[in-house]
């Protein structure tokens, strides 16, 4: 059984600063990896996807892979109060579906 | 991307009724979903909707409990039957393009029953 673990929060950083997300997932074989946001009341956003060992950089986001120790990480740069949000980390499972993690609730403080 | 919609987007409903959710997909895609994600909870996968054959369900969920549908690339429809207020939650279809490529969510369907 696959699993993804995220710290639940909350993280709470400054108007400006980074916001470092991060998850690590039980299954090695694992090749596909997601973070997606989710504002309260609303239905998961997809921001990234990243599927070989680096960084995927696209706007004010950084996901990060290393397969190696089974660790993705999402960077925030910049962060704004619009960021706060919960971010979920989702790892590819056997059926083509998606496994997620419970979720880390960032907050930016103005 | 696929842009999704589900209907009804909420409901109140009775012990013991039945709901079906519908969800509609704007474009073909090979792959459809159907999770549940119970207040302040992270998203549990249901079932896989499979096009003309049967669902492919979840271990703790079962097909005479939340019957699927999917006649075609680009509808689904998930059923809640004989519910209790346990079933209360929001029910979120998602499709993508192929096995590995990205999924997108539709806006959910908050469920209340009393």
């Known amino acids: 059984q696959k699993e993804v673990e995220q710290n639940s929060g909350p993280l709470s950083v400054p108007e400006g600063a980074i916001a470092s997300l991060n998850c690590t997932y039980s299954?090695?074989?694992?090749?596909?990896f997601f973070w997606y946001r989710q504002y309260s009341g609303k239905s998961p956003e997809l921001i990234m996807s990243i599927y070989s060992n680096g960084d995927k950089e696209d706007g004010r986001f950084t996901a990060q892979l290393n397969k190696a120790s089974q660790y993705v990480s999402l960077l925030i740069r910049d962060s704004q109060p619009s960021d706060s949000a919960t971010y979920l980390c989702a790892v590819r499972g056997s059926q083509g579906n998606l496994i997620f993690g419970k979720g880390t609730k960032l907050s930016v403080k103005p | 991307s696929a842009v999704i919609s589900q209907k009804p987007s909420r409901d109140i409903c009775q012990r013991g009724t039945s709901l079906t959710i519908q969800c509609q997909v704007d474009s073909q895609v090979t792959m459809m979903f159907w999770y549940r994600q119970q207040p302040g909870q992270s998203l549990t996968l249901i079932a896989t909707?499979?096009?003309?054959?049967?669902?492919?369900?979840e271990s703790g969920f079962v097909i005479d409990k939340f019957p699927i549908s999917r006649p075609n690339l680009t509808f689904s429809t998930l059923t809640v039957s004989n519910m209790s207020p346990e079933d209360s939650s929001i029910y979120l279809c998602?499709?993508?393009?192929?096995?590995?490529?990205?999924?997108?969510f539709g806006p959910g369907t908050r469920l209340t029953v009393l």
């Open positions: 998602s499709g993508g393009q192929g096995f590995d490529n990205e999924q997108f």
């Open positions: 909707a499979n096009q003309g054959s049967e669902a492919t369900y």
């Open positions: 299954d090695r074989v694992s090749q596909s």
